[in-house]
């Protein structure tokens, strides 16, 4: 009986589905709008719906311009015990047009990533919840009770801007840590390192883009504060 429990805590921390077992649920879908694809570990794909959970190491794919998805994590990802029965909020993201994504480390239990090879997000946590690593092609970034937006394209590189709190990214070419501070911005080009902190008024004389598939309009927020 023991041996038995070991293996099936075992499957479960590296996002197996094991019989009778329960994938390991960190959020919630509050928001889905069309057509978003989810394809849990070990699970065929599904179409995403409102109130679905989220299963730690779900890749999810949104097609189309208008295709939007906001998770509401419902468990730190630092394995910090959250009451689901209170939906209590410790963090929220939210996605926008096409997109590809994992949500949460599928290789080992309670490891705080999510991994963007594809789209624009923003993701706010609370202060208190336990960081999370945001890891590009470009670059790793590290978020801690903060506001803050992503783009991620094969043209652009990474680009990160900081509206509340720090955040610190490390390029995977190279060079030192830098770190964004409120109002802030960053682009990390592919194959490149981070450039130099910028002040967010300097994004109106910046052609980031150029002829671009996104408009830097699309990541104007409102005043920094709590998800709500």
Same mark, same amino acid.
């Given at each position: 009986?023991?041996?038995?429990?070991?293996?099936?805590?075992?499957?479960?921390? =590296?996002?197996?589905?094991?019989?009778?077992?329960?994938?390991?649920?960190?959020?919630?879908?509050?928001?889905?709008?069309? @057509?978003?694809?989810?394809?849990p570990?070990?699970?065929?794909?599904?179409?995403?719906?409102?109130?679905?959970?989220?299963?730690?190491?779900?890749?999810?794919?949104?097609?189309?311009?208008?295709?939007?998805?906001?998770?509401?994590?419902?468990?730190?990802?630092g394995? @910090?015990?959250?009451?689901?029965?209170?939906?209590?909020?410790?963090?929220?993201?939210?996605?926008?047009?096409?997109?590809?994504?994992?949500?949460?480390?599928?290789?080992?239990?309670?490891?705080?990533?999510?991994?963007?090879?594809?789209?624009?997000?923003?993701?706010?946590?609370?202060?208190?919840?336990?960081? =999370?690593?945001?890891?590009?092609?470009?670059?790793?970034?590290?978020?801690?009770?903060?506001?803050?937006?992503?783009?991620?394209?094969?043209?652009?590189?990474?680009?990160?801007?900081?509206?509340?709190?720090?955040v610190?990214?490390?390029? @995977?070419?190279?060079?030192?840590?830098?770190?964004?501070?409120?109002?802030?911005?960053?682009? =990390?080009?592919?194959?490149?390192?981070?450039?130099?902190?910028?002040?967010?008024?300097s994004?109106?004389?910046?052609n980031?883009?150029?002829?671009?598939?996104?408009?830097?309009?699309?990541?104007?927020?409102?005043?920094?504060?709590?998800?709500?």
């Amino acid at each position: 009986m023991r041996a038995a429990a070991v293996i099936g805590i075992a499957l479960m921390g =590296i996002g197996l589905l094991g019989t009778g077992a329960a994938a390991e649920e960190i959020g919630i879908a509050a928001v889905v709008k069309p @057509k978003v694809q989810a394809f849990p570990p070990g699970a065929p794909p599904r179409e995403l719906e409102r109130r679905n959970p989220i299963e730690r190491g779900t890749r999810v794919k949104l097609e189309g311009r208008d295709a939007f998805l906001r998770v509401d994590f419902t468990r730190a990802f630092g394995c @910090k015990q959250i009451s689901l029965d209170g939906r209590r909020v410790s963090g929220v993201l939210k996605i926008l047009g096409p997109s590809d994504a994992e949500l949460g480390g599928s290789t080992s239990s309670c490891e705080p990533k999510v991994r963007f090879s594809l789209g624009r997000f923003f993701l706010a946590l609370l202060p208190g919840e336990p960081p =999370i690593d945001v890891d590009t092609p470009e670059a790793v970034s590290g978020v801690k009770g903060t506001l803050v937006r992503f783009l991620v394209h094969p043209l652009v590189g990474t680009f990160v801007a900081v509206d509340e709190g720090v955040v610190s990214v490390q390029a @995977k070419a190279g060079g030192d840590p830098v770190e964004v501070e409120a109002g802030q911005w960053v682009l =990390i080009p592919p194959g490149g390192l981070a450039t130099r902190p910028a002040p967010a008024n300097s994004l109106d004389d910046l052609n980031v883009l150029g002829d671009p598939p996104f408009q830097l309009r699309d990541f104007t927020t409102g005043p920094p504060g709590p998800p709500q």
